[in-house]
């Protein structure tokens, strides 16, 4: 069994949620957007991932909207 996520962990994981489904939402209308968004999100991470303070959160918020992206339900 996987352990419960924390409440600031709970909190990026509905964001990420929110954006892909934002994300898919939008293209609907433009079946292009989820990938370019998707090529935002992983050119964002790579930047992201450079900076000096380590933002680990930031990072898995990132992976998990392109997750969610990449594998609809």
């Known amino acids: 069994m996987a352990s ?3 409440d600031q962990a ?3 994981l509905a ?3 929110l954006f892909a ?5 939008l293209g609907e209308q ?3 957007f989820p990938q370019r968004f998707d090529a935002h999100l992983e050119k964002f991470y790579r930047e992201i991932r ?3 303070s380590d933002p ?3 990072l898995e918020t990132l992976k ?3 997750e969610m992206l990449d594998n609809p339900k």
């Not at 489904?21 to 939402?25: D, E, Q, S």
């Open 64 to 66: 998990w909207a392109g």
């Open 30 to 32: 433009d079946e292009s």
């Open 4 to 6: 419960p996520l924390n």
């Open 15 to 17: 964001i990420a949620a």
């Open 50 to 52: 450079e900076f000096p």
């Open 10 to 12: 709970q909190t990026r």
């Open 56 to 58: 680990i959160g930031t």
């Open 21 to 25: 489904a934002l994300a898919r939402t």
